[in-house]
Structures are given as C-alpha cells and as structure tokens.
C-alpha cells in the first residue's frame, strides 16, 4: 500500500467547476459575526500565497479535516509544498482582531487511503506546525460544551446517529465570492465592507437534508461556494446526545441527472469515521477511549490508527529521527521501532508494546 503522504496529484483529474453551487433563486448564506462561538471557532480559512482556497475544521491541536483535493490540488497545486498553506480558526477580516486565534502554517498532509477526487474517499488531514487548537478549540467524539453554550459540538460517533429523515442541515467555511454588497436574490450582506477582501469572512447555512447515496455521500440544499471544500457538515440533536453533531465533509455539487439539485459532502461513517478517529485528540484532562494492544506482529485497522497517530507525532517532531511510516496496518520493523522512539520521548515503559499507557498518551495532545 503506498504512503499516503506521498501520493502524486498528477495521478487525477480535479473537476473544480462543480464546486460552485448557489441553488434556487435566493442565497441564504449569512456571515458569522462571532466567530468566537461554537463550533465556528473550529472552521479554518485555508489560505496559499494571501489568496483563500478552502476551509477545514480543527478535529485535534494540530489536525485539520478537510476535502482531500484541497490539500493536492486545490490549494497545493503540483511543485508546492505543504508549508506554503496558511490556517487561520475562527477568521473574520470583517471584525477586528481578523484572526483572533493567530495562524499556524501545515507541515504535512495525510489523505483517505484509496482517495479520488470528489467521491466518499475525498477527505484528508493537514498536519499542522503549531498547536493553534489548544487556543482555539476543536470537534471532538465526545460531546464538549462550554458555559453559556449547553448545545456543543461533537462528531457522530455511530451510524445510528446519522438522521435518515428530514432535518435541518448546517454548514459553515469561507466561500470565495463573499463578502459582495448584495447576495444573489439582493439580499443585502451584513458584513461587506469596501476593500474587504473575498474569502476572508465565515459563512453559514442553514437548509434541508436532501439524501444520503449509497455510496457514502451525504446530499444537502444549503447554499455554498467555490472556497467552502472541506467545510464542517452537521445538525442539531438533543446536548446530551451530541448537540451539534459533524455528519460530513463537504466536497462539492451533485450533477444531473441526479436528482434533486444538491451539494454533496463525505459522510462520516465507516472507514471515514476510522480515519478521522485516527487524526483526532480528547482534550487535556479526560480519559481517551480504550484501545486494543498491539505489538511487533500484530496487523488489522488498529495497527493502522496507531500508524496514523504515530505519523503526526513524527512530522511534528523532527528531533525523533524517525522517518514517516507507511500506513499498512502491518507493525512491523519501522513501526516498532517508531513506537519505541515515541515511548521513550514520553518516558514510558520502552517495550514496543502498544498498551493502555502509550495508546492514552497517543491520543492526549503532545
């Protein structure tokens, strides 16, 4: 199985121009004046060379989920390299500060094993070189509140929590043809300002859920834009059933003759949710989910996880000497002896062996 890091953009045929959806006669997009607020403060403007390209959410301290073509195409294009993307949370250039939590720039990017452009396996994470979620914050499995916002946010953490029925879909990120004087329909916009430039004010949308594909896609009738790939997906349940519950990853339009007219994002289920459960980090103070033991030997879709959360702890610190692993679900030499580097670092017990101790310091922030 290739390395996911190293994949070659060449390899695919982007279809951009279906990203750009305003549907029906009227834009119901509104900006976000506080971005300061749940779960807006985990969006992130993607930006390469000052020019806005997509958005993604911050699901760890220094992971952000996004569409996969945004990190090989979309925003890095073939010859850049990852340190050239700029992440901002929570930006809003219309208020002042503009970047309330700063900005931080990627150092690696890791793709959905299998990835092809705007299909179920269009998702992938940046690897970031500061850990700009401690401030910011970010989507967790586990339902997190804060004072004053009883609702919260979390990531849906079984398919029987995915809605198969009519309810109100939202989405949020930054679309690159606002802020404009007046949305399509004449609506005016609360946030334009002359010389403000597009792509640097939140946007988010509140519409109907329209169907979910049998192939992993979640279909939707709020309104988005070219910019707005790699957006948060989600809908409102009850605060002690995970409140604001990210559902999808958005990646683009649906095309006739599918019916009805729709945006499209990657529903997290399946091999989507492992991914992303591998790239995500329960806050500092909680008690990570169980894991099983691994070592020298064992292979399957843990082994994968702990080569996936290996591989951040690596590209994040240089100093270890270890080179990134290849994500087979194998352990095998490099993986033992990346486990053994990372126990080490973290003075644990420097066995190999992938237990309790060195699967909860995997998942904490580091």
């Known amino acids: 199985m290739r390395n996911q890091l190293d994949i070659q953009p060449e390899a695919f045929e982007f279809p951009t121009s279906r990203e750009t959806e305003v549907l029906g006669p009227?834009?119901?997009?509104?900006?976000?004046?506080?971005?300061?607020?749940?779960p807006f403060r985990f969006i992130c403007n993607l930006e390469v060379g000052g020019s806005s390209c997509c958005t993604g959410t911050l699901i760890g301290p220094r992971t952000v989920l996004t569409a996969g073509h945004c990190l090989v195409n979309q925003c890095l294009q073939p010859g850049l390299a990852p340190s050239a993307m700029r992440v901002i949370p929570a930006r809003?250039?219309?208020?002042?500060?503009?970047?309330?939590?700063?900005?931080?720039?990627?150092?690696?990017?890791?793709?959905?094993?299998?990835?092809?452009?705007?299909?179920?396996?269009?998702?992938?994470?940046?690897?970031?070189?500061?850990?700009?979620?401690?401030?910011?914050?970010?989507?967790?499995?586990?339902?997190?509140?804060?004072?004053?916002?009883?609702?919260?946010?979390?990531?849906?953490?079984n398919d029987e929590s995915i809605p198969n029925a009519s309810v109100q879909i939202d989405i949020s990120g930054y679309p690159c043809d606002l802020p404009a004087p007046t949305h399509k329909g004449g609506r005016s916009d609360a946030c334009f300002k002359p010389g403000l430039r597009k792509g640097t004010v939140q946007y988010h949308d509140r519409n109907g859920l329209a169907?979910?594909?049998?192939?992993?896609?979640?279909?939707?009738?709020?309104?988005?834009?070219?910019?707005?790939?790699?957006?948060?997906?989600?809908?409102?349940?009850?605060p002690g059933r995970g409140g604001r519950m990210m559902i999808a990853v958005h990646i683009d339009r649906n095309r006739p003759p599918d019916p009805p007219e729709a945006n499209r994002g990657?529903?997290?289920?399946?091999?989507?949710?492992?991914?992303?459960?591998?790239?995500?980090?329960?806050?500092?103070?909680?008690?990570?989910?169980?894991?099983?033991l691994v070592r020298f030997g064992s292979r399957g879709v843990v082994v994968e996880e702990l080569q996936y959360r290996l591989n951040v702890w690596i590209v994040v610190t240089p100093s270890s000497g270890q080179a990134r692993l290849n994500v087979d679900g194998i352990f095998g030499p490099k993986t033992l002896a990346a486990a053994r580097a990372f126990q080490r670092a973290m003075t644990l017990t420097v066995d190999g062996v992938v237990g309790p101790q060195t699967w909860r310091r995997l998942q904490l922030p580091f």
């Open 26 to 38: 009227v834009d119901t997009r509104r900006c976000v004046t506080n971005t300061a607020a749940l």
């Open 92 to 157: 809003n250039d219309a208020a002042s500060p503009g970047e309330p939590f700063g900005s931080t720039q990627v150092t690696a990017v890791q793709l959905a094993q299998s990835f092809r452009p705007t299909t179920a396996t269009d998702y992938g994470v940046a690897i970031l070189r500061d850990p700009i979620g401690n401030s910011a914050g970010w989507w967790t499995f586990e339902p997190f509140s804060v004072p004053g916002d009883p609702l919260g946010t979390s990531i849906v953490a």
């Open 211 to 238: 169907n979910i594909t049998t192939d992993g896609i979640l279909e939707y009738f709020n309104d988005t834009f070219n910019c707005m790939s790699g957006s948060p997906v989600w809908f409102e349940t009850q």
């Open 266 to 292: 990657v529903l997290i289920t399946g091999t989507v949710r492992s991914f992303i459960q591998a790239h995500s980090f329960s806050p500092p103070g909680t008690i990570p989910p169980g894991r099983p």
